[in-house]
């Protein structure tokens, strides 16, 4: 069974930093991309970070690029995002799931973690 459980959500202040985890189990880590997405109250899912399976880049939304960084373990079977210099927009619900290479469309991505809330104040 494919598992996914995310961490390290919590309240920040605007420019403050956090470190999100995604750890997976259920499936052979390298077989799968992950994917961070986010949603915020009233808005749409959306794809905050992916890895292409065309040139295995990673990918990062313009409204965090230069701020989040996505990385792996995969010894520990564990994917991270660092947002640094966070701001009150990004306040969200953040999910990992699988399996999200960048070009797969939202609706097919199969396995989501439960989420973590980030609340970032002003």
């Known amino acids: 069974e494919v598992q996914l459980q995310a961490s390290g959500g919590g309240l920040v202040r605007n420019g403050g930093s956090l470190r999100l985890s995604c750890t997976a189990s259920?499936?052979?880590?390298?077989?799968?991309?992950i994917a961070w997405f986010r949603q915020a109250p009233g808005k749409e899912r959306e794809r905050v970070s992916c890895?292409?399976?065309?040139?295995?880049?990673?990918y990062y939304a313009d409204s965090v690029k230069g701020r989040f960084t996505f990385s792996s373990d995969n010894a520990k079977n564990t994917v991270y995002l660092q947002m640094n210099n966070l701001k009150p927009d990004d306040t969200a619900i953040y999910y990992c799931?699988?399996?999200?290479?960048?070009?797969?469309?939202?609706?097919?991505?199969?396995?989501w973690g439960q989420g973590t809330l980030v609340t970032v104040s002003s």
């Open positions: 890895i292409s399976r065309i040139d295995g880049k990673t």
């Open positions: 799931a699988v399996p999200a290479p960048c070009a797969r469309p939202i609706g097919r991505v199969n396995y």
């Open positions: 259920g499936f052979t880590f390298d077989d799968y991309a």
